[in-house]
């Protein structure tokens, strides 16, 4: 437990840092060691991530748990609360760039290098001597590059499913926010059925999400070896997936936390903070939804 | 005074706790924290020094002597590796971890349990990037930069991938506190323009690790699925492009390096009032100067990449980007003669260190320029020049800075002065060897040697044998370092005073020396004139 001192809380020392430094680097240890291993061989890296990852998992329930004890004992006053609101917004932020990277290769490579490969521009030499029958162009037909790498394939059409996971996430977004409200309002029961009809959102995106790639897979013949199309898109959505997947599970225990009583009307940061990941992740999609599906 | 009582223990968990593994392992505490940081990174300079001896040793005649060039390219790549992500940063994150609680007058950070993740994900990054060294697919040896397709070459990429990404989320982490502390932990009455200007640089730079990191991780994840998961992005073949890479890379790469360089302005703008016993010259525009650099910092990206084949219009706008990011550089500069100007100057080990950074770091920004004109860069482009370059803003600038920041706060840390005298001779010997080492790798550079090759043309030998003896003698110097801090720490008999220099200002000279282990339990009373900056008039 923390304790106030002076006119601060400064937390008391915790064994969970050094136990979530090295539950990460066996998790990575474990991910390196099988990448590298012989065919035949992954036993030994594939039990060092298992284990880290399990561990990853307890890390995150004992901190947390210790957390929230230190909260519900009334321990954060509102500077402490500041620092982690800070801390979420400005780690969202990161979030933001890591995504800007993948976007930035999407459109580098829609804009540039495809179509330097097939003549434009200063590319013009590069094409005739290297790829000079390439046409380019995004989506099928020339989106997996000269060398058709990954063979022919056809691009997820964005008005089935996509749109449909377009709703879906816009209108989680709002039924989170009615929830939050709700919160605010003090009507537990009322945020339990709309934060609970958000987990149940983003699991059925994720659902969605994953017989697009069943399809892609097994009829489109669109691949992570598709050349850079197929490169770009299951990067970007992959992530973005993963991001919705730890969304749910985030908002699934708030919903617990709801359950057990844990927030007040003025007093919920784990609610807020889960709320912003959330519409975070809806923004990205949109993003996505834009750029991969449509244009 | 400003101080608060330090020791009015209502449990045991006040005090620095006697147990030495929940001390330093479970540390909660911004000085513990810091030490650690501070203990990793001259670790990691000795180790990355060494792989320089190896480089310098190597290309001390031409011919191959001693190593393989494989193993000469895997040395000239961990060297970059660990100075930049093991003694360099972390030093910045361990000054910063020590002094801002105490220069804005917070009892600690403002996230402390994130505070020790993040210091204790970086020794376990190292043993991952390390262990590539005994690895049977050897160490990464396509440079720092780790361009593909070269680099998918690599047998151990994913380790050192990996520990790319730790390193980053122990940055992330780092940067995050610093910033929530900054903006949520000041005293009372510390205004945002009363801070010092090593706590504003430090703002700064958070933002920009914050913002460039998370694209490093991409750039690198891009690599790991390139070469293991079978994507296209940096395959021709596939329409991807290996100059993509290069974009991503150094659109993280730029800002960087004025991450290793803004803290280092900032503690120049401490040591230099001090020792000149007059307030520093244009508080506001120095701010305003740091805050520049970073915007142009993400924007000038492509010019390490003139010779790589871009439009003409993106190598015009890089070039006159870049070249604009001498005019705060420049302010910065004219700000600390002027500070110095008039000033009742004295010379210990701190301020001698602040000098020659200004001067040698001076250097290195107009070789800086030079590189950055495109028709001349083709010519630089790869060569010794830029190594001489890039050495001067990161020895002479980054390191001398951590340097001269260790001499000016050590007495603090320890509560015992360091031996002036020994600093003297560290100084005299690093500043005269680390130019012998690199002053000539200009010329080598112009007269066309090429960087990371371990062999060259005989007419390279006279500079290159010259350099290589600087490189030894610049290196045992540094061992004199270790020796007075070693001494400071642990031997020294000569007690320091609260406010250790005469000149100095800041809340961080009305606490004891050494600082307690708590400081600042009540918010310091601010009063304007114990402030570094707090006379600045609106
Ligand atoms: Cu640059």
Redesign the pocket.
């Known amino acids: 437990m923390g304790q106030q001192q002076g006119a601060y809380f400064v937390p008391v020392k915790s064994y969970w840092p050094i136990v979530a430094a090295v539950v990460m680097f066996l998790t990575v240890f474990g991910a390196a060691h099988w990448l590298n291993a012989e065919p035949g061989e992954t036993g030994f890296g594939k039990t060092v991530i298992t284990v880290g990852f399990i561990g990853i998992l307890l890390m995150f329930f004992g901190w947390f748990r210790s957390v929230i004890n230190e909260s519900l004992a009334g321990k954060y006053d509102a500077q402490v609360d500041r620092s982690f609101r800070m801390g979420m917004m400005w780690f969202i932020f990161s979030e933001v760039m890591f995504f800007g990277a993948f976007f930035g290769a999407l459109f580098y490579t829609r804009m540039f290098s495809v179509p330097w490969l097939g003549g434009e521009g200063h590319g013009v030499l590069t094409h005739q001597f290297l790829w000079g029958d390439y046409a380019a162009a995004w989506g099928a037909g020339g989106g997996n590059g000269p060398g058709n790498i990954g063979g022919n394939f056809q691009t997820v059409a964005p008005w089935g499913l996509p749109l449909l996971n377009t709703l879906i996430l816009l209108t989680s977004s709002v039924t989170v926010t009615i929830a939050h409200h709700a919160l605010k309002a003090g009507h537990r029961g009322k945020v339990l059925v709309f934060l609970g009809l958000t987990v149940l959102l983003g699991a059925v995106f994720v659902y969605a999400q994953a017989h697009e790639y069943m399809e892609a897979y097994h009829e489109l013949n669109l691949t992570l070896h598709s050349g850079v199309y197929g490169s770009t898109f299951f990067m970007l959505t992959g992530f973005h997936g993963l991001h919705v997947t730890l969304g749910t599970i985030m908002l699934a225990i708030i919903w617990l936390r709801v359950l057990a009583g844990h927030f007040s009307r003025d007093h919920h940061f784990g609610f807020e903070a889960v709320a912003w990941y959330w519409h975070f992740v809806d923004v990205v999609w949109l993003g996505l939804f834009m750029f991969v599906y449509i244009l | 005074m400003a101080h608060a009582a330090t020791h009015d223990h209502h449990d045991a968990h006040h005090g620095a706790p006697s147990n030495f593994f929940t001390r330093w392992f479970m540390s909660t505490n911004h000085k513990d924290i810091g030490t650690l940081y501070l203990i990793f990174s001259l670790t990691a300079f000795f180790i990355g020094g060494s792989f320089a001896m190896v480089i310098r040793a190597e290309l001390f005649k031409p011919g191959m002597q001693l190593v393989q060039p494989y193993f000469f390219n895997e040395m000239t790549t961990m060297h970059a590796l660990v100075m930049i992500f093991g003694a360099i940063m972390p030093a910045f994150v361990g000054l910063g971890n020590w002094m801002i609680p105490l220069m804005i007058g917070a009892p600690d950070m403002a996230l402390p349990r994130m505070n020790n993740l993040s210091f204790w994900i970086l020794p376990f990054a190292f043993v991952l990037l390390l262990s590539t060294l005994f690895l049977p697919g050897g160490a990464p040896a396509g440079g720092w930069t780790m361009y593909p397709p070269l680099s998918l070459q690599s047998g151990s990429l994913a380790y050192a991938v990996f520990a790319i990404h730790l390193m980053g989320i122990s940055s992330i982490m780092g940067a995050i506190n610093i910033i929530a502390t900054i903006l949520n932990m000041r005293a009372p009455g510390m205004d945002l323009l009363k801070m010092p200007v090593f706590v504003w640089s430090w703002l700064i730079t958070a933002f920009l690790l914050i913002a460039v990191m998370p694209v490093l991780a991409g750039a690198v994840t891009m690599l790991l699925t390139d070469k293991y998961f079978g994507t296209s992005f940096f395959n021709a073949a596939g329409g991807g492009d290996p100059v993509l890479y290069q974009h991503i890379f ?1 659109f993280f ?2 800002p960087e ?1 004025y991450i290793m360089i803004l803290p280092a302005f900032g503690i120049i703008s401490e040591i230099v009032p001090t020792f000149s016993r007059k307030p520093i010259f244009g508080y506001k525009a120095m701010v305003f100067a740091i805050a520049a650099i970073a915007f142009l910092s993400f924007i ?2 492509a ?2 990449m003139f010779a790589v084949g871009l439009p003409l219009g993106a190598e015009i706008f890089f070039m006159y980007a ?1 070249m604009l990011i001498s005019v705060p550089t420049g302010i910065k500069v004219f700000n600390w003669v002027s500070t110095m100007w008039g000033g009742s100057l004295t010379f210990e080990t701190p301020m001698l260190f602040a000098i020659a950074f200004i001067i040698l770091f001076t250097i290195g920004g107009f070789s800086g320029l030079m590189l950055a004109l495109v028709p001349a860069d083709f010519q630089y482009h790869d060569t010794y020049f830029v190594v001489a370059h890039f050495h001067y803003v990161l020895v002479t600038g980054a390191a001398f800075a951590i340097m001269a920041a260790t001499y000016y706060w050590l007495p603090k840390w320890t509560g015992q002065m360091y031996s002036e005298f020994w600093g003297k001779v560290h100084f005299w010997c690093s500043v005269i060897f680390v130019n012998v080492l690199f002053f000539p790798q200009h010329f080598l550079g112009l007269a066309g040697m090429p960087r990371r090759i371990p062999d060259y043309n005989v007419a390279f030998a006279d500079f290159n044998m010259i350099s290589s003896i600087g490189g030894f003698l610049f290196g045992a110097s540094q061992l004199i370092f270790a020796g007075v801090v070693i001494h400071c720490a642990f031997f020294s008999k000569k007690k320091a005073a609260d406010r250790v220099w005469e000149g100095a200002r800041g809340l961080e000279w009305t606490v004891p020396s050494p600082a307690p282990h708590h400081t600042f339990e009540l918010p310091p009373v601010i009063h304007d004139d114990e402030l570094a900056h707090g006379h600045v008039e609106d």
């Open positions: 150094w790469g730029h390096v000038v990206w010019h390490h870049t």
